[in-house]
């Protein structure tokens, strides 16, 4: 009996010397794996029709920690460039329109803050605000006022909201938009995020009002969303192919990543070489 049990207890030693018992490496693991890496799944483009209007948007997951958005500008501000050279220059995995711009000064409309550094300010509308643990924020911007930016890894200031707990908010004169133009149909181009954090970029071909690009981003899940440049600036891009060609050169991008290395090595080439800080 002496002599089963010290058999038994050489072969339990064998099968853990020779690893088929791996307990402890897997408790180990599970205590401490670093963030899975990004896979495909993370930035996707997806198709679907609500209420018959055609919608393509991105969907971004904020909850991997390896997805980063920015702004890519042109090289200087108060100029544009072709989408294939803001393209080139930031290399994201997708990109659609991001604010408005003159197109005479060809300057932004509102905000840009790039990796925590204002590069620019507007003082209209309502602000895309994304933190440095990827958390999104849309905030009124103080109408002609400086506001400090200085939590936010992202800010782009567009509008106007669609958007505001999950219901429908829209007031463009309260925000500084008094173009009527802004009430027409067209091309629409906006962002928003769900309650599980997927930040959705979404592009609109068929011209449609603000009120149903509202629609539209409620039914894709956005609780929170804003109004971006549209119209003829009405840009897509995902994954090495220009899926909406815009009609005009543009002086900005939204831009996302799915592996922040990328996005890392990019920054200095996301920012103007000039700024337009404050006024």
Not at 180 to 209: C, D, F, M, Q, S
């Amino acid at each position: 009996m002496v002599r089963l049990t010290l058999l038994l207890i050489g072969l339990l030693g064998s099968l853990l010397y020779q690893g088929y018992w791996d307990e402890p490496t897997l408790l180990s693991a599970h205590a401490s794996a670093p963030p899975k890496r990004v896979s495909g799944d993370s930035v996707q483009l997806l198709y679907r029709k609500v209420n018959g209007i055609p919608v393509r948007y991105v969907v971004a997951d904020l909850n991997n920690p390896y997805v980063r958005v920015g702004v890519a500008t042109a090289r200087r501000l108060g100029r544009d460039e072709s989408i294939w050279d803001l393209l080139a220059r930031s290399q994201p995995t997708a990109a659609v329109t991001g604010t408005y711009f003159s197109t005479t000064s060809k300057l932004p409309v509102g905000d840009i803050v790039i990796e925590g550094e204002r590069v620019h300010f507007g003082g209209v509308g309502t602000a895309l605000c994304i933190t440095y643990d990827n958390q999104v924020r849309f905030i009124r911007q103080k109408l002609h006022r400086q506001r400090d930016w200085s939590n936010y890894r992202l800010v782009l200031g567009a509008g106007p909201r669609l958007l505001q707990g999950g219901k429908v908010a829209l007031y463009p004169p309260g925000e500084g938009f008094r173009d009527k133009r802004v009430y027409a149909r067209g091309k629409r181009v906006a962002v928003g995020v769900t309650k599980h954090n997927k930040l959705l970029l979404v592009v609109v071909e068929r011209p449609i009002t603000l009120r149903q690009l509202s629609w539209v981003m409620r039914a894709l899940g956005a609780t929170d969303a804003i109004a971006l440049d549209g119209g003829g600036s009405t840009c897509l891009y995902y994954r090495r192919d220009v899926k909406v060609l815009p009609k005009r050169k543009l002086t900005n991008l939204l831009v996302v990543y799915d592996d922040h290395t990328v996005y890392d090595e990019r920054i200095a080439r996301l920012k103007p070489q000039n700024r337009l800080a404050s006024r």
